[in-house]
């Protein structure tokens, strides 16, 4: 299957600081990449999609100042988690959207492995 | 609203078949996904349906009924390392995931 990565794997920070999370597509481009965040025993929460080269789309209750998304290529994602607090520790995950691969389906979403924040 | 219903948790025992339920309501049907999720991990693709009937794919396979809004994950000959959440999602009308909230699969020895 395509291949997505995310960096950086774990992050520690301290409240206030800003963190950086970079989602990669390597074998193939992604117009449109997801980010999620997930708390412990809780399933995936949709926190906005990003498309290559406009404003991201966030949901409902998800705030745009504090997580900062730029798609400013076909390969690469970013999300900034602004102004970190103890709240904002959990498991974000980007995904891809692949559309019409030869002999698969189409719309299927690849995942990165995952960046484990944790705001102390 | 847009629902998915699948149970929380379900245990088996190695060797074993178990089957995955997963009930849906979302507002128009683009096709039904199964998504594996081990623990500290993110999710990784198993299987997709969009038309009805059943997709085997080695050990796992998929079944998928529109009319009933259902669909069912069947794993056979289960392992230790099939120990994981797996997630149900529907692809709506408008191309958004809507994802069930996991049923954690505990394989007994």
């Known amino acids: 299957g395509a291949v997505v990565s995310q960096h950086p794997s774990r992050v520690i920070c301290k409240s206030g600081t800003s963190v950086k999370i970079e989602c990669r597509s390597l074998?193939?481009?992604?117009?449109?990449m997801f980010w999620y965040r997930q708390f412990p025993k809780q399933s995936l929460m949709l926190m906005a999609t990003?498309?290559?080269?406009?404003?991201?789309?966030?949901e409902q209750g998800v705030e745009k100042d504090k997580f900062l998304i730029n798609h400013a290529s076909l390969t690469l994602s970013t999300l900034t988690v602004t102004s970190a607090h103890p709240e904002d520790s959990s498991f974000y995950i980007c995904?891809?959207?692949?559309?019409?691969?030869?002999?698969?389906?189409?719309?299927?979403?690849?995942f990165g492995p995952g960046t484990r924040l944790t705001v102390l | 609203g847009q629902n998915i219903d699948q149970p929380t948790e379900m245990t088996a025992t190695e060797g074993a078949i178990v089957q995955i339920n997963c009930t849906y309501q979302?507002?128009?049907?683009?096709?039904l996904f199964w998504y594996q999720q081990h623990a500290g991990e993110a999710p990784t693709f198993l299987s997709y349906?969009?038309l009805d009937g059943l997709e085997e794919k080695g050990r796992f396979s998929s079944f998928l009924s529109r009319s009933k809004g259902y669909s069912y994950l069947l794993l056979k000959e289960l392992q230790m390392k099939d120990s994981a959440s797996y997630l149900c999602?529907?692809?709506?009308?408008?191309?958004?995931?809507?994802w069930g909230a996991g049923t954690k699969l505990i394989i007994k020895p």
């Open positions: 990003s498309n290559e080269g406009s404003k991201a789309t966030y």
């Open positions: 349906n969009v």
């Open positions: 979302t507002s128009g049907f683009n096709g």
């Open positions: 995904s891809a959207r692949v559309p019409g691969l030869a002999g698969g389906p189409t719309d299927t979403q690849y």
């Open positions: 074998d193939f481009q992604a117009t449109t």
């Open positions: 999602a529907v692809l709506d009308s408008n191309y958004q995931l809507i």
